[in-house]
């Protein structure tokens, strides 16, 4: 048994439709816009880190020495 609707009622309910799926629409362009941002920044940063690292290494051989120095005093008191 079928009920029928009046149809405004129908109307209404298509209008719904269109509307939730205008919204869907909507929401999927902005996730897709922050997905792309997303890796824009994530490749920036990688660039970034590997600028940090190339200046760090380049100081490398003070930092090295003064760890190194470090080291071998801390294996000197653990030794006493």
């Known amino acids: 048994m079928k009920i029928l609707l009046p149809s405004s009622q129908r109307?209404?309910?298509?209008m719904a439709s269109v509307i939730v799926l205008a919204?869907?629409?909507?929401?999927?362009i902005y996730v897709s816009i922050n997905a792309r941002a997303i890796l824009c920044l994530e490749n920036e940063v990688k660039l970034v880190e590997k600028q940090h690292i190339k200046?760090?290494?380049?100081?490398?051989?003070?930092?090295?020495a003064t760890t190194a120095a470090i080291a071998e005093t801390s294996q000197q008191a653990d030794a006493r």
């Open 11 to 14: 109307h209404e309910q298509g």
């Open 23 to 28: 919204f869907l629409s909507i929401l999927l």
């Open 55 to 64: 200046r760090l290494n380049a100081r490398s051989g003070v930092t090295n």
